[in-house]
């Protein structure tokens, strides 16, 4: 069974912290993406990854940071936390290649900053 | 932005009834994706019908899709109390770019 797990279920953080979102999928797909989910906005991407140490920006980079070290592994990372940055994170994976649509997601992180 | 706006936002009915949502979206699509998101199994994949394609079956789930008016619907049938989560259109392909989602609220 397919799946993609996520280091927390709830966070709470203080302004100006630096935050690391971990989130690791054993089904050796190349393709890895953070989204995140406020109520109204639906899930907006902010960074993806398609492959080792390959990142590309998603439609709201801003105040983010990722890394890609391993191919299970995909980081997202808030250098300097805000409280606009309070929302549920999800992340999902995808094996690349055309005949392939379908994301896996993790069961998210709802980050909280004080 | 290709971004679905989903139809009705919200949705409350009886088990056993059907449940329809409607999607629109903007741009032209290879092709489209609904998935459903509840506090269980968290987001997942439900179905997904290709351009070419007019309508599609998986289980209770109907989807069909008009490219013509840049719309599809998702029909589920025989509703469970289980079916409670929100739906997504998805459009895009690397990058998927979701709708705000239709609450679907099924009462036993």
């Known amino acids: 069974d397919v799946k993609v797990t996520q280091s927390s279920r709830y966070l709470v953080k203080r302004t100006g912290e630096k935050v690391f979102l971990e989130c690791v999928q054993d089904?050796?797909?190349?393709?890895m993406f953070w989204y995140r989910q406020d109520p109204g906005l639906g899930l907006r991407l902010i960074y993806f990854?398609?492959?080792?140490?390959?990142?590309e920006k998603g439609d709201i980079p801003e105040g983010y940071s990722v890394s890609r070290e391993k191919k299970e592994r995909f980081s997202l990372i808030l250098e300097s936390a805000s409280t606009n940055q309070t929302s549920m994170y999800l992340c999902?994976?995808?094996?690349?290649?055309?005949?392939?649509?379908?994301?896996?997601f993790g069961p998210g992180t709802r980050l909280t900053v004080l | 932005s290709q971004q679905g706006e989903e139809d009705p936002q919200a949705l409350s009915i009886q088990e056993g009834e059907n449940a329809t949502m409607n999607c629109s979206y903007k741009?032209?699509?290879?092709?489209l994706q609904w998935y459903r998101q509840n506090s269980g199994r968290g987001l997942v994949h439900l179905i997904l019908?290709?351009?070419?394609?007019r309508e599609k079956h998986s289980g209770r789930l109907r989807v069909t899709l008009d490219t013509s008016k840049k719309s599809s619907s998702l029909l589920i049938t025989a509703s469970r109390a289980a079916d409670t989560a929100s739906y997504f259109c998805?459009?895009?392909?690397?990058?998927?770019?979701f709708g705000t989602g239709t609450r679907l609220l099924v009462s036993p």
């Open positions: 999902a994976s995808r094996r690349t290649g055309l005949s392939y649509n379908e994301q896996f």
């Open positions: 089904m050796d797909h190349e393709n």
């Open positions: 990854s398609y492959d080792v140490k390959m990142k």
């Open positions: 741009t032209s699509i290879n092709n």
């Open positions: 019908i290709r351009s070419n394609e």
């Open positions: 998805v459009t895009g392909f690397q990058k998927l770019v």
